[in-house]
């Protein structure tokens, strides 16, 4: 049995597995790739390279430390996380994680301690364009890349409250943001109307995507209003929805808490609110959907751990 099985290889998960290894814990790490999210790079046309702290950089020395110990890593589709043991024993609990292989093949590993680093999932729309352009002045996370739409033209799409506040964050700094959100979105009434008072945010209502165009770099996407079909230039084009935690291979019988936004609850320590399962970036309560924060709840969770595993065991 190992004493930690990461589950996951963004960089929480990579973390988290250079502070096992510092910590000679006997643990392994399973994911489906390398890197995560900060293999996808969004590339802006008219932006400098060096204004932007590339995210697959930041993981950089991590990744290959594990990459250094692939006896590490485990290469594998996570399908289940269950409990094993008597319910209320509250140390002597044992997590039983499956996977399968790319050749089919079902894994089970047991562990005394489990990290969840398993992120978001991919939002995928079917909108002409969209594959073709993706990370080429195309993306998600506008977040971070804000500060390079300095006095430019930006285009955002989203159904929900938080592509609002991105909105409102930009027309800080960009010369025009165009927000365009569709029918069936649910939006925070008071944030709609703040929007409107700013003379920078296009707002296009009742909006639907009709195709992302351009050459090398998207450069215009063609939106369908009741007003009729507007052609949109811009420096940049995001598509910003609540990210959904990637949790599908949790056992409910785990009765692990989530927030509202399904989300694993995580305390200080970042232990969730199932003894020795703990939680760090983007699916967790602390995420902050940025690298560096992802980084720096890795390294904290598996501290805790350590701290976890040395405890003196306690059988009911
Ligand atoms: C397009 C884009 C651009 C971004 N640009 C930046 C940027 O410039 N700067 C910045 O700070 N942040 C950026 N972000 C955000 C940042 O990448 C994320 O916040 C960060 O990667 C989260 O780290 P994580 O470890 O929590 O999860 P993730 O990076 O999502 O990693 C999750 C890992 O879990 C694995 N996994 C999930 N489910 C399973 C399963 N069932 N079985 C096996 N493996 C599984 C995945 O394969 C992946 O390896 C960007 C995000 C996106 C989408």
């Known amino acids: ?60 020395v991590y990744r290959s430390r594990l990459h250094y110990r692939s006896e590490l890593l485990r290469t594998e589709k996570i399908t289940k996380l269950q409990a094993l ?14 996977t399968r292989r790319s050749d089919g093949m079902e894994q089970r590993y047991e562990t005394r301690t489990v990290l969840i680093a398993t992120g978001t999932k991919t939002v995928s729309l079917d ?6 352009f993706w990370g080429r002045g195309l993306g998600t996370n506008i977040q971070s890349y804000n500060h390079a739409f300095w006095e430019k033209d930006v285009f955002l799409y989203g159904d929900s409250t938080r592509v609002l506040w991105a909105a409102l964050d930009l ?15 649910s939006y925070d009434l008071d944030v709609l109307d703040q929007l409107r008072e700013h003379e920078n945010i296009f707002l296009y209502e009742d909006a639907k995507l009709l195709e992302f165009q351009g050459n090398e770099f998207c450069r215009t996407v063609e939106i369908q209003t009741p007003q009729g ?36 609850v995580v305390d200080r320590f ?35 751990i350590y701290q976890w595993l040395r405890r003196p065991t306690i059988i009911d």
């Open 1 to 60: 049995m190992y004493d930690l099985i990461i589950l996951g290889a963004g960089p929480a998960g990579l973390s988290a597995a250079v502070y096992a290894i510092r910590k000679r814990l006997d643990f392994l790490v399973i994911s489906q790739d390398l890197g995560g999210r900060t293999n996808t790079l969004v590339t802006l046309p008219e932006v400098e390279d060096y204004t932007i702290i590339k995210a697959r950089e930041q993981v950089g």
């Open 85 to 98: 043991g008597e319910p209320g024993a509250v140390k002597a609990t044992v997590f039983q994680v499956n």
């Open 127 to 132: 909108v002409p364009g969209l594959k073709q």
């Open 171 to 185: 027309s800080d700094f960009a010369a025009g943001v165009h927000l365009a959100i569709p029918t069936d979105g």
């Open 229 to 264: 079909i507007v052609s949109i230039h811009a420096a940049g084009f995001f598509l910003e929805f609540d990210p959904e935690p990637a949790l599908d291979f949790i056992d409910p019988q785990l009765g692990l808490a989530r927030d509202d936004d399904d989300r694993i």
């Open 270 to 304: 970042m232990e969730s609110s199932v003894s020795g399962l703990f939680a760090a970036g983007d699916v967790c309560t602390m995420g902050r959907y940025q690298v560096l924060t992802a980084l720096g709840q890795g390294a904290g969770a598996a501290l805790s």
